[in-house]
Structures are given as C-alpha cells and as structure tokens.
C-alpha cells in the first residue's frame, strides 16, 4: 500500500514537469512520389500526408496514396496482365531527432491497408491486404515553413497477403 501511495504521489509530482514540455501542436503537409516494390510489382503513387508534431520529439501521421504507375507482367499461358494500386492508406506514431533547424531525422511505426488490382485477359482481381508498417526518413526545410522530405518506408503485409514491400518517398513538405 505504501509503495501504490508513494507512486501516486510522485506522478502528480511529474504531471506539471510533463505539461510544461509539452507546446501546441505544430501541423505539418506533403505531397509527392511514391514507389512501391513488392514482392510481384513496382508501382507508384501520388501521396498526401497530414502530420503533428505534439512534442519536440513526438508526433503522429496519416497518409493516403493513389497509384499513377502500374506494372505489367506476362502469364504464361493468358498473355499480358497489369497490376494497378487502387488506393495505400496508413497512421503511424512518429519519434523525431531534431539535429539542426533545418534537418528534422524520424523514424515511424505504423499500420496501414493497400488495394491492388490485377487485370489478365479481361480478368480481374484485387488483392487487399493490412500491414505493419516501420520506416526512416528526414526533412530539410529551406526556410522555416518549407522544404522537402525523403522517407523509407517497410510494409509486412500480415494475414492471407503475408509479404512484404519497401516504399521510397520524395515530397514538399510544409509547416503550418
């Protein structure tokens, strides 16, 4: 009982040194060029991602990307197909490393769920699959507000899909 009351006592000793480093929100955007390599394609995409940054070494992300590059592959025996990302959708916890004004290195850990169509002699099929998703990146910003982002990306498709792709990003990236 001493210990639970000892503890209790100390956490709300903590709770003001907590508050006070913590500052608002700073929102952040991008846009760019995704490409996906999977295990069977390379496919790209357009992404857009929604950002905060809650503390100066925390934050969290969403993202969403559309697929603009399709591959093509043979079937042996149907001839030509096309594999086409409909849509790659994703939230991650994001752990920053401030090392100038200018440069931001992060790491993020996430879960994310991607839709692939293929498309053999008029036949299709989807391929829908969830991931964990764990990747590196940095940030360079010109000025205070804008600049341009290169990330890494690892997706471990789980489930029926199990697999795995590797994702490289280049983006604007703006500070609000």
């Keep these: 009982m001493r210990i639970l009351l000892a503890a209790s006592a100390l956490s709300l ?3 003001p040194a907590f508050a006070q ?3 608002s929100p700073a929102v952040y955007g991008s846009a760019g060029y995704t490409w996906f390599d999977g295990d069977e394609a390379s496919l ?3 992404t857009a991602r929604v950002g905060a940054k809650l503390h100066r070494y925390a934050g969290v992300e969403i993202e969403g990307s559309v697929g ?3 591959d093509s592959f043979t079937a042996s025996v149907y ?3 096309k594999y086409e990302l409909k849509h790659d959708v994703a939230a991650y916890a994001v752990g920053f490393l401030p090392v100038t004004e200018k440069i931001d290195v992060f790491a993020r850990l996430g879960y994310g769920t991607t839709k692939i169509k293929a498309n053999v002699a008029g036949v ?3 391929q829908d699959g969830d991931s964990v998703n764990y990747g590196l990146g940095a940030s360079y910003f010109i000025d205070g507000a804008n600049g341009v982002r290169a990330d890494w990306t690892r997706r471990d498709f ?3 899909h199990a697999g795995a792709a590797d994702t490289w990003a280049v983006s604007y990236v ?3």
Excluded: E, K, Q, Y
């Design 13 to 15: 000793i903590a709770v």
């Design 21 to 23: 480093s913590l500052t």
């Design 44 to 46: 790209g995409a357009i």
């Design 68 to 70: 603009i590059d399709d």
């Design 79 to 81: 001839g030509p197909g």
């Design 124 to 126: 299709r099929s989807r």
């Design 158 to 160: 789980t489930g029926g």
């Design 174 to 176: 703006r500070r609000f």
